[in-house]
């Protein structure tokens, strides 16, 4: 049984671009949220997806945006790309949005 | 969301000892809290989960105690092994859904 699994691992762009992360979340789960986790910090909540729609939003600037497909596979999607947004992006899912939340390895992010 | 420096606490324990990492939680409405355990380049990896209505939950070699009235967890690691060396976060839940808010993180080294 597959974990969350996320693509790509490793990222570099240039300041100004749009960047699409994805993630598949494990068997089972509808539940996907997404962190952000600067070097040497936490992870921060970005915001959660259930049944295809953003049902939490952390203090995060609406360049981030996301999406839910069926299948509840997600996407993250940041534009106008800053340096400060390189970091460790954290897919979790889970069987509903109140229980434990399962990460996959993350994309690293390098904005330059 | 949390704001935390480049320069985490560290505990640093002989092999076969056991360990106790404390953490304060921000919010006395949080009714959910999660322990987790995050190896370089990886994501979190859950460990253990308390509710907001125990003081008390066992794992293997793992526990986690839960101080409502300091709002104050902690989480003991029992014969602490080599492969237990990791950045170990504790996150609370401030509401229903995904938004777990996340400790600043203690780095744990077990000694030989």
């Known amino acids: 049984d597959a974990g969350v699994t996320q693509s790509p691992t490793h990222l570099i762009k240039t300041r100004g671009q749009q960047v699409t992360l994805r993630c598949s979340p494990k068997s089972g789960h509808d539940t996907v949220s997404w962190y952000q986790q600067a070097l040497g910090q936490g992870p921060q909540f970005i915001f959660q997806y259930y049944e295809e729609e953003e049902r939490q939003r952390g203090n995060f600037p609406d360049r981030f945006s996301g999406h839910q497909f069926p299948n509840y596979s997600s996407e993250l999607n940041v534009n106008a790309l800053w340096l400060g947004d390189s970091a460790l992006y954290l897919c979790a899912s889970s069987p509903n949005p109140n229980t434990e939340a399962f990460f996959g390895q993350g994309t690293r992010l390098t904005v330059v | 969301g949390e704001s935390v420096g480049l320069h985490l606490p560290t505990l640093s324990v002989q092999e076969g000892d056991n360990s106790i990492i404390n953490c304060a939680y921000s919010?006395?409405?949080?009714?959910?809290f999660i322990w987790y355990k995050q190896e370089s380049g990886k994501g979190p990896q859950f460990i253990i989960d308390?509710?907001?209505?125990?003081d008390k939950r066992q794992g293997q070699r793992v526990t986690v105690l839960l101080n409502k009235t300091v709002k104050h967890l902690s989480l003991q690691i029992a014969a602490t092994q080599p492969g237990d060396s990791a950045v170990y976060f504790c996150a609370e839940n401030l509401d229903y859904g995904q938004n777990f808010v996340f400790g600043p993180g203690t780095r744990l080294s077990v000694l030989p």
């Open positions: 919010n006395s409405a949080s009714d959910y």
């Open positions: 308390i509710r907001s209505n125990m």
